[in-house]
């Protein structure tokens, strides 16, 4: 190996250097074209079953993609300057290319204002609006504030502030190629999948990829175009755009400008740190070279991979300009000292030598981080998984092009001045080894305690996190949410899907529907019970009197023959039944705006005069008109699958909202308390999804990390041969991951997307420098065979190195809390404490268990 490396690469520096440059120059021309992912893809799991549910039920229910944008006048919400200014948004909204139709309180149909029977919805005179000239605007002021559809949905309880729903267009293109590549992959799932099939599923994915990039860009072009509208606004009222089309691209925006921004200013703070540590130019420059070879390299195979980055792995820029510069950190200081302690030597032994004594433990540090980022693999999470791959691969290039690059420059760069013994930063690593020799007992202990505070601590560690805490106060998805929450019905959606009771479900009427008689036959009173004795219905023989509506209801029934079938949620009982369920649901302080046929119920019953019975309900889903129905029965009823769905808003910055909890409490009261039959019950929608997401990254990472401890430890077996050295060298990479878990759980930072991914890299990053010291340590006892003695050559080399990379590290993630995303602030602390904690255990901990229990034998 060393001889292949010698005559392919150290004799051939030229060459070498030149087709590294030209691999690297070629794929820089496509690192411009990396794109960043923040579809609904990235933040759901692979093959979970509720996902398929949700599409299922956003099919049927036509639910698509919309912003909101909550409108707050000066003055009085329905006055003439309010509502012109209203209307004016309304229309250059409406205007706007893809958007298929603006929703305001100017557009809804009123029916309190003033009441109106039931016959009056039927007829086709139209509905009155906030926009007609003649309309009592204060009988609309109390219907918006006390309707049951409109309160909190259009208008806030307190009537100062109005929403504005722009509906996105659908894009049906997207969702039928969606649709063949989840139909092609559930088909792989179950292992059915042919030979050809697999190459359609290939093809599927690919055009779906290509097209969901336009899909993205047009959804993000209109957030921009509404947002403009918006802006012209500002001056006449107090405005905030919301949704999920809107949070989509601004956390697009926050990644792309922390892309920038943050890799910049690593790079920036590199060039300081080195210039500090090293004080001479070429010890700047060659380190730089190295990682910014291996970073363009990365970002251009993306690119030409169409590999897209997404929230959390966007950070991996970061993560590998950061580990390939300690691989590069430890090349150099140990060239350094070989300088020292070979002054006859020629610039190409000093060379041979110093990649030949760094290869093998760079190459287990490499090795070992890829295992440590593999775990990521199996969260089923894929910005998670893809991050996990992408380090892999990254560092991987890292260690390459790091041994190919720096190695082959100074083969022609003279020897150069010698490195000063005396610096005063490389003095702080010997101060470690004193305080270890003198204080040994107290480390073990102070380990100890430490090692248990970290397992209370991740005993409180939990998954749950307010989304809202993801931005800064001063940001508009911040400063929207806080709003919708507090005033206009909550902001994260959740639907409660109930199926028909089968043993009630059927028609209700004999042929004559008039009769309105009961199973048994006993005629039916009008609020749906029976009268005492079957005495005779006080409607007599014509239940609707001289009521015009009757005509409808007769000609609704006549012209569907005798297909019609009444829905088991259209009877008193269903009805009553999903009130029940509605009014618990919107009891609970975690939810906001509910809405349902218990809605509709509500409204049926302020229309009609008198009470509501089963004739009544039928008449409600057979004969409405369109407009209406679309407004209070669509949304709620599917006629077909004979179910009611139950959609309400969380309110997502609610303190006590604990999301699993709450899924898991609200099932029990349904199916316990309310009896309702386990199999009748589904929950669905983002609540559910993102919910998911978080425990199954709660136990897919703290299940895994003990294995990936394990496969490091035996990895440490095999490279240092002896398990008592692999023990020693994974205790101070345990007690630095369990300190930051710990003190996540402590403090009450949860666990999601973005935090899991610090175990990892605490793992991943902090074996190198037990790996560098136990392998140098393992060089140095032979000399003298004295524990004392070789800590403190250890300490005064390698641990300058150790010093230097982590140092590196720390302050080079604590940049990142400078961002509008709070996730990559998190990331940032997390990371860099976490490193501190590697960094002091393999300077104190690991040597003084080496010398405790002194694994390579007795002294001399």
Not at 153 to 167: H, I, K, Y
Not at 239 to 252: E, K, T
Not at 268 to 291: D, E, H, K, N
Not at 396 to 413: G, K, R
Request: hydrophobic share 45%; charged share 20%.
């Amino acid at each position: 190996m060393n001889a292949l490396y010698d005559r392919w690469i150290l004799q051939r520096p030229v060459l070498s250097l030149a087709l590294c440059a030209l691999l690297v120059g070629a794929l820089a021309t496509q690192a411009p074209e990396t794109r960043i992912d923040a579809s609904a893809d990235t933040l759901v799991l692979e093959g979970d079953a509720d996902l398929e549910y949700f599409r299922e039920i956003g099919e049927r229910y036509s639910s698509g993609d919309f912003l909101v944008i909550t409108y707050q006048p000066p003055g009085d919400l329905l006055g003439d300057e309010s509502l012109a200014t209203l209307t004016s948004l309304r229309d250059d909204l409406a205007a706007l290319n893809g958007v298929s139709g603006v929703t305001t309180m100017l557009d809804v149909p009123l029916l309190q204002s003033p009441p109106i029977a039931l016959a009056d919805v039927s007829s086709d005179t139209g509905m009155p609006t906030l926009a007609d000239p003649d309309v009592d605007r204060e009988l609309a002021r109390r219907e918006f504030q006390e309707s049951p559809i409109y309160e909190q949905l259009l208008v806030s309880p307190d009537g100062r502030t109005a929403a504005v729903q722009v509906n996105i267009e659908r894009d049906e293109r997207y969702f039928e190629l969606l649709d063949r590549r989840e139909s092609l992959r559930e088909l792989k799932s179950k292992g059915r999948l042919s030979a050809e099939e697999q190459g359609l599923l290939r093809e599927a994915e690919a055009v779906f990829k290509a097209y969901s990039a336009e899909y993205q860009q047009r959804s993000a072009d209109l957030v921009a175009n509404v947002r403009s509208v918006v802006d012209g606004y500002r001056d006449r009222a107090s405005l905030f755009v919301g949704g999920v089309p809107m949070i989509a691209a601004d956390m697009v925006a926050f990644v792309r400008s922390d892309l920038v921004t943050f890799g910049a200013g690593i790079l920036g703070f590199m060039f300081v740190m080195l210039s500090l540590i090293f004080r001479q130019p070429r010890w700047v420059a060659l380190p730089m070279t190295t990682v910014l070879a291996s970073a363009t390299f990365m970002l251009g195979l993306l690119a030409w991979l169409d590999w897209r980055m997404t929230v959390i792995s966007s950070n991996f820029v970061a993560v590998l300009l950061i580990v390939g510069l300690a691989i590069a950190i430890h090349l150099v200081v140990r060239y350094r000292e070989l300088q020292l302690s070979m002054p006859d030597a020629s610039q190409q032994e000093l060379v041979r030598e110093t990649v030949r004594l760094m290869w093998v433990p760079c190459a287990y540090t490499t090795l070992t981080t890829a295992v440590a980022f593999g775990s990521l693999v199996v969260s089923g999470l894929r910005p998670v998984m893809d991050f996990g791959w992408m380090m892999t691969i990254g560092i991987s290039v890292a260690l390459l092009l790091t041994f190919v690059v720096l190695p082959c420059i100074l083969v022609l760069l003279p020897r150069g001045k010698t490195a000063d013994p005396n610096q005063r930063l490389e003095g702080l690593t010997p101060a470690f080894a004193r305080f270890t020799e003198r204080h040994g007992t107290s480390i073990l202990v102070v380990s100890a305690a430490l090692l248990a505070t970290a397992a209370f601590g991740i005993s409180r560690l939990q998954v749950e996190n307010r989304f809202i805490d993801y931005f800064h106060e001063s940001t508009e998805i911040y400063q929207g949410m806080e709003l919708l929450d507090a005033r206009l019905g909550g902001t994260i959606p959740l639907d409660i899907v109930i199926d028909a009771d089968q043993d009630a479900d059927g028609p209700v009427f004999a042929e004559d529907p008039g009769a309105r008689e009961d199973a048994a036959g006993a005629p039916a009173s009008a609020d749906g019970g029976f009268d005492e004795a079957g005495a005779e219905d006080p409607f007599g023989d014509d239940p609707f009197g001289d009521d015009p509506f009757a005509d409808d209801f007769d000609d609704g029934f006549a012209s569907s023959g005798d297909d019609f079938e009444q829905s088991y949620w259209f009877t008193v009982r269903g009805m009553e039944e999903l009130e029940g369920i509605h009014e618990y649901v919107d009891s609970l302080p975690q939810t906001g705006k509910v809405l349902s046929l218990a809605t509709t119920y509500q409204i049926v019953k302020q229309l009609w005069n008198g009470g509501v019975g089963d004739v009544e309900l039928a008449l409600v889903q057979k004969s409405l008109p369109d407009d209406v129905a679309h407004l209070i029965v669509d949304p709620y009823f599917d006629e077909d699958a004979r179910e009611a769905r139950i959609s309400l808003r969380v309110k997502e910055t609610s303190r006590d909202l604990r999301r699993d909890q709450f899924l898991k409490d609200l099932y029990a009261h349904l199916v316990n308390d309310m009896g309702v039959e386990e199999d009748r019950v589904h929950f669905t929608n983002m609540l559910v999804l993102y919910n998911n997401v978080l425990q199954s990254l709660f136990r897919s990472q703290i299940l895994t990390l003990g294995a990936v401890f394990a496969a490091i430890v035996i990895m440490f077996f095999i490279l240092f041969r002896s398990l008592s050295l692999a023990l020693i060298a994974i205790a101070p990479n345990i007690l630095a991951a369990g300190m930051v878990l710990g003190i996540m759980g402590l403090v009450g930072i949860p666990l999601d997307i973005m935090t899991i991914t610090i175990a990892a890299i605490v793992v991943g990053i902090g074996v190198d420098d037990t790996i560098h010291y136990v392998h140098r340590f393992k060089r140095e006892f032979p000399k003298d065979r004295n524990y004392l003695a070789t800590m403190h050559r250890c300490h005064g080399s390698i641990g300058k190195a150790m010093y230097y990379t982590s140092i590196t590290i720390i302050v080079g993630f604590s940049i990142l809390v400078f961002s509008n995303f709070t996730p990559s602030i998190y990331f940032g602390l997390l990371t860099g404490f976490a490193m501190f904690a590697a960094l002091v255990g393999a300077l104190l901990l690991l040597p003084q268990l080496l010398i405790t229990i002194k694994p390579l034998g007795p002294e001399a």
